[in-house]
């Protein structure tokens, strides 16, 4: 056996022409391995239907363009006769381009040839949903040299050389723990983090039981940090918000120095104490203290695009704050002193 390493040298690899990244909803679900992961009985499969048939009859989600493609669903906790009646509730004419199975090999056990089989018959699919991957596994658990890390990493792997090899996209749901992370939710993830690191995009859908309300949170390689606002209605997932990284930062500035912008509208200059800042701005809900950290933190991102610069100096026991509105090329006197 041959084992050298197959390289290729960075000239080269920047000068081959490469497809780009396919996507089934457009900056949502890629080719490659997706992992949903939600508690129980919060509607993952009313999702996953909806979102089957939106793809096989082409139709956007929420808002986003699909590939119109076959489609393959396991719908492995269902009867033939449950998902007929969901369809009913979902559509007055089902495409004849979505397929069902109810029963399945497991991974190592005849999955993979399965889907092989179905994906040679029928090469215009592009989506394989799989709910769930718990029903696709054996009951191995931690046990074996590999442990629980090694073999979550290496089922999920195993569905990815799948999906990576005819260029689709395999979405696989899967369950939260019962006890969850207050720090990082994808760590709620059912199993150990060898599933989430195998995964090409993750999903976390979480819903309070009391209300129709819940939140999609996305991460991937692929795929931009983002998080939906989802409102359940007549049985489908319908958006209320979408926010991207970049929105989700901007919510995470503090108001204040927004309204230190504000402040400035009118004024070319303003010298004083923090405190004296927040008497003129009249200020309750800020410290002087939290004034300094916010400013030194955040000046850059928020008060330098808008045309104000900021500078601080120590005079005795006080601190000065300068701020300097400026247009155009007023920015070339920065250098003079406070």
């Given at each position: 056996m041959n084992n050298k390493l197959k390289t290729v040298d960075a000239e080269t690899l920047l000068s081959t022409p490469m497809s780009k990244t396919m996507f089934i909803v457009d900056g949502l679900i890629s080719q490659g391995v997706n992992v949903i992961s939600g508690a129980s009985k919060i509607g993952k499969s009313w999702l996953m239907l909806w979102l089957g048939l939106q793809v096989a009859q082409g139709n956007s989600i929420w808002g986003l363009p699909t590939l119109q493609c076959d489609v393959l669903y396991l719908s492995l906790e269902d009867t033939q006769r449950r998902i007929k009646d969901r369809l009913y509730n979902l559509t007055d004419s089902a495409p004849d381009n979505l397929y069902f199975a109810v029963t399945s090999g497991l991974?190592?056990?005849?999955?993979?040839?399965?889907?092989?089989?179905?994906?040679?018959?029928?090469?215009?699919?592009?989506?394989?949903?799989?709910?769930?991957?718990?029903?696709?596994?054996?009951?191995?658990?931690?046990?074996?040299?590999?442990?629980?890390?090694?073999?979550?990493?290496?089922?999920?792997?195993?569905?990815?050389?799948?999906?990576?090899?005819?260029?689709?996209?395999?979405?696989?749901?899967?369950?939260?723990?019962?006890?969850?992370?207050?720090?990082?939710?994808?760590?709620?993830?059912?199993?150990?983090?060898?599933?989430?690191?195998?995964?090409?995009?993750?999903?976390?859908?979480?819903?309070?039981?009391?209300?129709?309300?819940?939140?999609?949170?996305?991460?991937?390689?692929?795929?931009?940090?983002?998080?939906?606002?989802?409102?359940?209605?007549?049985?489908?997932?319908?958006?209320?918000?979408?926010?991207?990284?970049?929105?989700?930062?901007?919510?995470?500035?503090?108001?204040?120095?927004?309204?230190?912008?504000?402040?400035?509208?009118?004024?070319?200059?303003?010298?004083?104490?923090?405190?004296?800042l927040l008497t003129e701005m009249k200020e309750q809900e800020v410290t002087p203290n939290m004034v300094t950290k916010y400013l030194g933190q955040f000046t850059y991102e928020v008060l330098e695009p808008l045309g104000i610069e900021y500078r601080t100096k120590r005079t005795g026991k006080s601190r000065l704050i300068k701020f300097l509105r400026r247009d155009g090329d007023d920015a070339n006197d920065a250098g003079i002193a406070i």
């Open positions: 991974i190592g056990g005849g999955l993979e040839e399965q889907i092989t089989d179905f994906l040679t018959e029928h090469s215009a699919t592009k989506l394989v949903i799989i709910d769930t991957l718990q029903k696709v596994r054996d009951s191995k658990g931690s046990a074996g040299k590999a442990g629980m890390y090694g073999n979550d990493y290496d089922d999920i792997s195993s569905i990815k050389r799948i999906a990576d090899g005819f260029n689709i996209a395999i979405l696989l749901v899967h369950h939260l723990r019962k006890l969850q992370d207050s720090d990082d939710p994808f760590n709620d993830v059912s199993g150990s983090t060898g599933i989430i690191g195998a995964a090409d995009t993750n999903f976390i859908l979480r819903r309070k039981r009391s209300g129709n309300a819940a939140t999609l949170l996305v991460s991937g390689r692929d795929v931009e940090y983002q998080e939906l606002t989802l409102q359940f209605n007549d049985l489908v997932w319908e958006l209320v918000e979408r926010k991207n990284s970049e929105d989700i930062h901007k919510a995470e500035l503090p108001k204040f120095l927004f309204r230190v912008v504000d402040f400035m509208e009118c004024r070319t200059e303003w010298v004083g104490t923090a405190t004296e």
